[in-house]
Every structure is written in structure tokens, then in C-alpha cells.
């Protein structure tokens, strides 16, 4: 069966460090991987997606960035954390056509 | 452009009692349809989805959700509600069979009394 991890599961980090959050799939193979942001009380926005090894789309403009350097593994980055990059960040996996998304346990991202 | 619109911020229902969570989609085409479950802290599990064919269709957890292409709407039902199912609900449309891009609703908050 198919599973998805993601870590850290917590994080605490002061405004202008680094970030490096990710996200492994076992049990499928070629899957899409989306990068989604949950900010407290709101819905679930978008930041990326990867049809493919090094293939990245972004969906907003923002100071993180994302890599795909194998094909189960998906990478979220920052090279100078905001404030504003506070929040819970979910991870998920598909093998289209159709049949859904499925999500990582999240990480909770807090920026000091 | 597509959306979709949750109109119900937060609900609260008795356990035992009956539960309709609304969700309405703007869409182009013949969508494909989602509901999600979210506890607190925790990731989205998916419940079901519609693609095509019977319009009424059954999930996990006792759930079930009819598709009404004239009223653009997904809404999900239960007949009783138990204590456990508190948790954030969130409505998705699919907009593309190659991306398996999602665009979701903002969700609602179900609150249940004992």
C-alpha cells in the first residue's frame, strides 16, 4: 500500500533562516506531488506541484521554492524565512486520471 | 474561473442527529469531485469522490454525497452523526485529468454536542 511521509512534523524557526521541509511516497511509482500551505482558520492554497523528476510548476509567487531530485521525494525550501511563511504545510501525492490527492501528516511551520 | 463555495463557516449538530454539509462548484466542464476530513493537526483524508456515473455516491465513515449538475452543487450527508466525526470538512473540484490539480473549498468547521 501507499504511503506518504513528512518531516518535520514540528518546526520553530527565526525570521531569515533556511528552511527544508520533506516529503517521501512509498508504494507508487511517477506519482504527482503538490506542496500545499493551510494558514490558521483558512483553507488549503496551492504552491506547487510536480508532474516529474525536476519538474516543478509554482502556483504563487512567494520567497520559498521546490525540487523533485528523485521521484518519490519533493522538497520545500527557503533561503530567508518571513513571518508571513508561518503555517501548516501539507504534502500530497496522485497518480492521475482522477482519483484523488492523498496528504502527508503535515508539518507545523513557526517563524520567530 | 473555477471555485468552489462552502457557505457554511461552522456547523453544529447534535450526535444521533442527521448532517448536510453544503458545497456548490463553478466549473466548465463535467467535474470531477472530492470531499475531504480533517481533524486537528492533522492531514486530509479523502471520504469520496465523484467522477461519473451514479450521481449518488458512498465514502468511508458512513458518508455519502449526490451530485446535482443542475444545482452545481456536492453535498455530503450523514444520517447520524457520532462524536468522532468533528472535524473540518472540505469540498474539492478537479480541474485537470493531467495535473490532478485540486481547487478547494475553505471549508467548514462541524462541531458535535453529545
Known amino acids: 500500500s501507499q504511503t506518504i511521509h513528512q518531516w518535520p512534523a514540528t518546526l520553530v524557526q527565526p525570521v531569515g533562516s533556511p528552511l527544508s521541509l520533506e516529503c517521501t511516497v512509498e508504494?507508487?511509482?511517477?506519482?504527482?506531488l503538490y506542496w500545499y500551505r493551510q494558514a490558521a482558520g483558512r483553507g488549503l492554497q496551492l504552491l506547487f506541484y510536480s508532474v516529474g523528476i525536476g519538474q516543478i510548476s509554482s502556483e504563487v509567487p512567494q520567497n520559498l521554492s521546490a525540487s523533485r531530485p528523485q521521484d518519490r521525494q519533493f522538497i520545500l525550501s527557503s533561503k530567508k524565512l518571513l513571518l508571513s511563511d508561518s503555517g501548516f504545510y501539507l504534502c500530497a501525492w496522485s497518480v492521475p486520471p482522477g482519483l484523488g490527492q492523498f496528504f502527508g501528516p503535515g508539518t507545523r511551520l513557526t517563524v520567530l | 474561473a473555477q471555485s468552489v463555495t462552502q457557505p457554511d463557516i461552522h456547523i453544529t449538530v447534535s450526535e444521533g442527529a442527521s448532517l448536510e454539509l453544503r458545497c456548490n462548484y463553478s466549473y466548465g466542464a463535467t467535474p470531477y469531485l472530492f470531499w475531504y476530513v480533517q481533524s486537528p493537526g492533522q492531514g486530509l483524508q479523502l471520504l469520496l469522490k465523484?467522477?461519473?456515473?451514479?450521481?449518488l455516491v458512498q465514502g468511508i465513515k458512513g458518508f455519502e454525497a449526490e451530485f446535482k449538475r443542475s444545482q452545481s452543487s456536492f453535498n455530503l450527508r450523514k444520517p447520524s452523526v457520532h462524536w468522532s466525526d468533528a472535524a473540518e470538512y472540505f469540498c474539492?473540484?478537479?480541474?485537470?485529468?493531467?495535473?490532478?490539480?485540486?481547487?478547494f473549498g475553505t471549508g467548514t468547521r462541524l462541531q458535535v454536542f453529545p
Open positions: 474539492a473540484v478537479g480541474t485537470s485529468y493531467n495535473t490532478d490539480k485540486l481547487i
Open positions: 508504494g507508487t511509482s511517477n506519482p504527482n
Open positions: 465523484y467522477f461519473s456515473g451514479d450521481t
